[in-house]
């Protein structure tokens, strides 16, 4: 310990008051509080940007509200350690011992400050805290390896960080040392160690619990929600392993009674479509084009209020494209990851609590475009650049009905493959259009892009072309935009070019860089885009519309006539409801006409007029009511969780 003394805030202390080993745990206990403290702070600094509404007085009460948060998970990740350094026996103090708790306190401190840390820049991506579900995305990607060393050469100063952190904390560990300074076989330290442990036990509880009142309920996410000002504050004041611990073998869906009468909850709302068209159903062929992380913001033609009308984007094709295409403005995702948006698109399934590809009812029998198109004659295929099973999209498209999956194995060229995600997108893109030819039409195809993602990279040949920006994301817009129109410019000459619906929409939003789009609200705006090869479908519809609206507005545009199940609606009938539903860090979010509504464990949390206070600083809850939302709210949670739990998302034999 000597050559700790120049670092030992405690050495005017008498010996026999820091050897006493509860004062010396409470002290390690401290330490690990501390370095979470210090880690909601770091990550404040590294994303003001995302936090606009953040001052000191609401930072400060971010911090307070932080503390209970992190009294949880240290105890949670240190129960062990703590179990261990109390029990009343002499070999505790022996050098053997102490090092061995050591080592446990390391290992397990380090891997959660790991977490944390990472999500300083993670966070950026999913826009959330990681939770439990990053495992289950890890086991059904298999090019995870790859991305995560990327992530530490790119963002290699938070590895660094984290490094600092770990061995801060191991010389700070040693700096009070426990000792056997009384008689540790006597009858009275026994009792007091007993008692100490007992004494421990209960404290413990109610920390990880949040409170030691009977009727306290178990801390949880959303009660993060009294400390903040917007929802999306809510992930400063939550750290990384609580977020994981609390959602582990967590069950998405449960079995909801706000409304008792089934009769009641079908008036209300009931996600069974039954067109009423007649006529024949048109075969005219359709294209869905999933671009990932295309974000609104990035959009020109979907901004022209922004910078006095002088914001161009970065998005020049889809521009054009757009003044030929019937386009939504007030489109919303219906999720954060690549892996929400497959279902909402195809099988008007919504991310709600936890992605349908890794939830308990992943096995759940769906209706989607390809299972109902492939009935009515239609050859399916769904195109993902990445190698095969990654994200597990390839399982996915087989429960949704495709029957054809081509991934980087069919391109089966490694010429076009980015070292990280997957062929490129200039060239897989090229390769859909061959395939796609040689198709018999009618056919239903889906293509997702890979190439505008981290690590943010475009093709050698295309790096003086689509320069570094303002973010590195942009210049890969820029490529895939590029991607696109050498894709459209080659189909326009093709057979079935104009008897085919294009739809054009972005998996999940992605980092921004203006403001107007780091609020809980805009980080799901995505853009939405019915474009027909003939030119026939033209105009702009500004009412909400959100990604599980595709699948009943393309069955409805064919005019398809059998019932199916959709949480989405048509939003070619101008009497459909017009809402958009997302899920926030274990609350919903619910937006309906002017209006951002927040529903947390079972009850209304908060209200927002979104045009009016787009930055959501002014809960009106207490002030308005909107009983028909909350009615429409309620029957949407109730209909999608008891639909998810008793499987039923089909109608009949479907």
Known sequence: MSNLKFMNPFRFLQKKYLSNEYIVMVYRFALVMFLYSAGRVLFLLFNTSMFPNVDFTSFLRIMRGGVMFDTSAVLYLN??????????????????YQRMLKWIFMITNSIGLAFNHGDIIYFRFILKRTTADVFDIIRHDISNARLIFSFFYDFWYIALIWLFTIWLLAKLYSILEPSASFKVNSWKYRGLSFFALVLFSGLSIAGMRGGYMPSTRPISMNNAGKYVNS?????????????????LGKKSFKVMNFYKSEDELEEIYSPVRVPDRTGPMKKDNVVVIILESFSREFVGSLNKDLFNGQYKGYTPFLDSLITKSFVYPNAFANGRKSIDAIPSITASIPALVLPYVVSERSGNKINSLASILAAEGYQTSFFHGAPNGSMGFDAFAKIAGFQNYLGKNEYNDDEGFDGVWGIWDEPFFQFFADKIDKMQEPFFN?????????????????RSKFPEEHIPLQKCIRYTDFALQQFFAKVSKMRWFKNTLFVITADHCAQSELK????????YAVPLIFFKGDGTLVGKDDAL???????????????YSKPFVAFGNNLFKQSSPRFAI??????????????AIYFT????????????DPNLRHNLLGSIHLETQEKLFKAIIQQFNN??????????NQ
């Not at 107007?516 to 980080?523: A, D, Q, R």
């Open 582 to 595: 997302n899920y926030i860090e274990d609350s919903y979010q619910f937006l309906e006409g002017d209006f």
């Open 601 to 612: 464990d079972n009850k209304l949390t908060g209200i927002f007029n979104r045009k009016d």
């Open 231 to 247: 929802p999306e504050e809510m992930s400063l004041v939550h750290n990384t392993p609580f977020c994981i611990l609390r959602t």
């Open 516 to 523: 107007e789009y780091k609020t809980s609200v805009y980080n």
């Open 79 to 96: 129960a062990l350690y703590f179990l261990l350094f109390l029990l009343p026996f002499n070999f505790k103090f022996k050098l053997w």
């Open 545 to 559: 519309a959100q990604q599980i609206d595709i699948m009943p507005t393309v069955l409805s545009y064919l005019n």
């Open 446 to 462: 889906t293509i997702f892009s890979v190439s505008s993602h981290h690590p943010f990279n475009v093709p050698e040949q295309y």
């Open 643 to 652: 639909r998810m739990a008793q499987n039923r998302l089909v109608i009949g």
